[in-house]
């Protein structure tokens, strides 16, 4: 049984366990596109976490972008401060995770090896949003999206033309870098979250 607890794919073990699910059916068509963006792009692609929903989610978390030194999976349990908020929020809030699907705005590593992490410029917003709507394709129980951080809320309007009248909120971004900003940043995430979730039940 997997360790249900944060960052838990920074143990190796754990780490190898996970890429042996990676042959799940619920993950073969976000992956397809995944392989597809790499492809264009010529950069990687983090890989969905199989222990989500994939193409079954009902929810559909969109943060901003890869960080420069990744375990090759888009996942709340990276080895990372801010994946352990979004374990902790997501908890909180009893999001199952068979329900969600963690992606990203930007869904290539933008960063140079050994790079610090920045922020995706403007072009490579540019060149992401056609990405969107095959995500959105993929998604046939898709009921609701999160958007959390600035980046991530640039696709609000292609997201109402793609699926009209889907419920898509916004929150902050949970890197520690905001949510230790104000407490008001961490209650407007908990909001957020726990707004998705009535949409869930």
Request: aromatic fraction near 4%; include cysteine.
């Amino acid at each position: 049984m997997m360790p249900d607890r944060p960052k838990t794919l920074g143990e190796s073990a754990n780490l190898a366990a996970r890429r042996a699910l990676l042959a799940g059916a619920h993950l073969a068509p976000i992956r397809a596109l995944a392989r597809r963006i790499a492809g264009e792009r010529d950069a990687p692609v983090p890989e969905p976490d199989p222990l989500d929903g994939g193409a079954d989610a009902r929810l559909l978390l969109l943060l901003e972008t890869p960080g420069p030194r990744g375990t090759g999976f888009v996942s709340r349990d990276n080895p990372t401060s801010t994946a352990a908020n979004l374990f902790r929020f997501l908890s909180q809030a009893g999001i199952a995770r068979a329900d969600t699907l963690i992606w990203n705005a930007v869904p290539w590593v933008i960063h140079a090896p050994d790079a610090l992490n920045r922020a995706p410029r403007r072009a490579e917003i540019a060149a992401a949003s056609p990405y969107l709507e095959p995500l959105i394709a993929c998604l046939p129980r898709l009921a609701v999206v999160v958007l959390a951080g600035r980046v991530a809320g640039l696709s609000q309007p292609a997201l109402a033309n793609l699926r009209p009248g889907l419920p898509v909120i916004a929150v902050p971004h949970p890197s520690p870098t905001y949510v230790c900003t104000s407490p008001d940043v961490a209650l407007r995430i908990r909001d957020g979250f726990a707004e998705a979730a009535a949409l869930l039940t």
